[in-house]
């Protein structure tokens, strides 16, 4: 714990420097007064020059800035929309190739089921043939037919 001050003795309070705390009721304003008044004018004036300027540096790097940033997510979204376009264009490719296959798909099949009417109409025939050619065969090796 830091140790108490000791407290100052009624001597070493008064030896201090004395100050004149009279009042002037005479008092006269000497002409450093108004010139004091012009410099502060003058200062306020410079002071609010330097604000504008600065309040204009503030707006300009702003504005520049506001606008790298409107730039920048132009650019994001053109980015944004030529990608898409991409996708989109691939997509369409995909499925015309898509629509491709399956018509080639349908017209092997429609060919394919041309060709089995067509493979089965012969093997129709051959078996019309040769069941005629079978029963011919049987009338001229047995004449006499057997009866129901």
């Keep these: 714990m830091a140790p108490h001050r000791k407290a ?14 009279s009042i002037d009721l005479q008092y006269k304003p000497s002409s450093s007064i108004p010139q004091a008044m012009e410099n502060i004018d003058k200062w306020k004036s410079k002071r609010s ?9 503030y707006v300009d790097k702003l504005t520049v800035l ?7 997510y132009q650019n994001e979204a053109q980015k ?30 429609d060919s394919l089921r041309d060709d089995c009417a067509h ?12 069941k005629e050619a079978a029963t011919q065969s049987a009338k001229t090796c047995n004449p006499n037919p057997p009866k129901d």
Excluded: F
């Design 119 to 130: 493979i089965a109409m012969l093997v129709d025939a051959i078996y019309t043939g040769r």
């Design 66 to 72: 506001k606008n790298k940033i409107k730039a920048y």
């Design 8 to 21: 100052p003795s009624p001597t070493e309070s008064d030896s201090g420097s004395e100050v004149d705390l």
């Design 80 to 109: 944004t929309s030529d990608h898409s376009q991409q996708r989109v264009e691939r997509l369409i490719a995909a499925l015309e190739k898509r629509i491709a296959c399956e018509e080639k798909i349908s017209k092997r099949i």
């Design 49 to 57: 020059e330097i604000q504008k300027g600065i309040e204009k540096d």
